[in-house]
């Protein structure tokens, strides 16, 4: 019993050691590495659909968005900072739309890390957010993105064959929609 | 140790073990938060039980008013949040949520009380990070912790646990949900139970 109960403890610390060290490691991934290609729930909004370029029902996967740059928002509805940046975020989703060449080009998504549907349709309902908004009650695509904190800003550029680059992965605000938006357009080559 | 307590102590290892905290940290607390680590998911046992008559007590707020339970009687409904500590992880990802939901308490007549076992100049501190929160933040810390022990909340390490208290107007309570101290409680949850008021 003894030592049965000594192997156990050890694969406990085992186990607890490399959970840490999981945790601790920055596994985020940065400006021009690839965006894991998530998957989500196809929208029930025939409007959320359409956005996206999708089709029926089930789950779709981020490749698959047409679009040739897709800015996803990692927020949480208890986040004062993601909260505050609501606005500003919507600004820059009214700028990609008031300009015609880039309506077709660019999309936007939000996925609410440890929120619920409900929960993200409190946010949705509070800030008027217009596009589409997904929930990660599970915390799975936060645990794939690394834990960031909140809100962080990933931006990739969708190539033809389904793969991706990242043309920017930041945490905190955006700052101003406009200056952002050229931010994005200089770095992808787009006009 | 016997074969029996040496079960229960490699269960709870290997509980802590394997499980981690889930929350995720808005930027607004970036370097500012003390991460305990996983906890006992519930460190107490609470005697109150639905259909009892909530303690009364009077706490001091951060607005510097006292705040007393019982003067709600017979006006509004009340839902009494306890989280464990400021500037810790998941409690700072829990009232700022709060924050954007009065519309929910004001369908249900419901005022929203926050307490913990901090004091008054932490608490104002913490709060300001999240914003003006709409609803009252009241200081349990002295004599320390007697709500909490009123209410059968208080750990052992002497925070209180993640808990939700629901009292309707004539004082009586409706619902209780002590949660897993490592998780925030699903807001539609606690819509469920004021839902139940009505």
């Known amino acids: ?191 | 140790m016997s074969q029996k307590r040496m079960i229960v102590f490699l269960s709870v290892l290997c509980i802590l073990s394997c499980v981690n905290a889930v929350f995720a940290s808005s930027e607004q607390f970036k370097g500012m938060i003390y991460d305990p680590g996983t906890l006992i998911p519930v460190d107490s046992k609470t005697t109150l039980k639905v259909g009892m008559t909530a303690p009364d007590f009077t706490l001091p707020s951060i607005s510097g008013k006292r705040v007393t339970l019982s003067e709600y009687r017979g006006k509004k409904n009340v839902v009494i949040s306890f989280v464990p500590a400021a500037w810790t992880p998941v409690c700072s990802d829990q009232w700022p949520g709060y924050n954007i939901t009065k519309s929910f308490f004001e369908k249900y007549d419901a005022v929203l009380l926050g307490i913990t076992v901090d004091n008054i100049p932490t608490l104002f501190a913490w709060t300001e990070e999240m914003g003006n929160l709409w609803f009252p933040v009241l200081s349990d810390f002295y004599p320390h912790g007697a709500v909490a022990e009123k209410y059968g909340v208080l750990r052992s390490n002497g925070v209180s646990e993640r808990a939700l208290f629901v009292i309707d107007k004539k004082g009586i309570i409706r619902s209780i949900d002590v949660h897993d101290i490592n998780k925030r409680p699903p807001f539609e949850d606690l819509v469920t139970e004021l839902e139940k008021l009505e």
Not at chain 1, 19 to 48: C, H, M, N, Q, W
Not at chain 1, 106 to 124: K, L, P, S, V
Not at chain 1, 128 to 146: C, E, M, R, Y
């Open chain 1, 1 to 191: 019993m003894r030592r049965i109960a000594i192997l156990f403890i050890a694969l406990c610390v085992c186990i607890f050691i490399a959970g840490r060290l999981s945790y601790a490691a920055d596994t985020t991934p940065a400006k021009g590495e690839v965006f894991p290609d998530i998957t989500l729930p196809v929208p029930e909004k025939d409007s959320e659909k359409e956005y996206l370029g999708l089709t029926g029902k089930g789950t779709f996967r981020i490749s698959q968005v047409k679009a040739d740059l897709l800015i996803i928002e990692i927020f949480s509805m208890y986040c004062p900072y993601c909260q505050r940046e609501a606005p500003i975020v919507n600004d820059l989703y009214q700028a990609i739309n008031k300009n015609t060449g880039l309506k077709e080009k660019i999309r936007m998504i939000g996925i609410g890390a440890g929120n619920t549907a409900f929960e993200i349709d409190i946010f949705r309902n509070q800030y008027s957010i217009p596009f589409p908004l997904f929930a990660d009650d599970s915390f799975t695509v936060h645990k794939k993105v690394g834990e960031v904190r909140t809100p962080h800003f990933f931006v990739l550029k969708m190539n033809t064959d389904g793969s991706n680059k990242l043309i920017y992965s930041k945490v905190g605000t955006i700052q101003e929609a406009n200056q952002f938006l050229k931010l994005l357009l200089d770095e992808a080559g787009l006009k």
